[in-house]
């Protein structure tokens, strides 16, 4: 037990004299992976891109000075 309390303390040693851990160590949360998961694979099914998002198979013409139009939804392709 000893061990482990001074493996502790000399992590938090560590962290407060960087800021920050290391980097590579730190995993998100499992309910933040699982939430960007489930966004992830909803917005890139068939139901996602084309109700939720606007989808437009073969696009027409660039055109980067579109008028904004508030509770207008995001674009299913990029």
Same mark, same amino acid.
């Given at each position: 037990?000893?061990?482990?309390?001074? +493996?502790?303390?000399?992590?938090?040693? +560590?962290?407060?004299? #960087?800021?920050?851990? +290391?980097?590579? +160590?730190?995993?998100?949360?499992?309910? #933040?992976?699982?939430?960007?998961?489930?966004?992830?694979?909803?917005?890139?099914?068939?139901?996602?891109?084309?109700?939720?998002?606007?989808?437009?198979?073969?696009?027409?013409?660039?055109?980067?000075?579109?008028?904004?139009?508030?509770? #207008?939804?995001?674009?299913?392709?990029?």
């Amino acid at each position: 037990m000893r061990t482990l309390d001074a +493996e502790a303390k000399a992590r938090t040693a +560590e962290v407060t004299e #960087t800021g920050t851990p +290391e980097e590579g +160590e730190a995993m998100p949360h499992y309910f #933040t992976m699982l939430k960007q998961l489930a966004i992830f694979g909803f917005f890139t099914s068939k139901v996602g891109a084309t109700e939720a998002l606007q989808y437009v198979a073969v696009p027409g013409r660039y055109d980067g000075d579109l008028a904004y139009v508030a509770g #207008t939804p995001a674009w299913g392709t990029s």
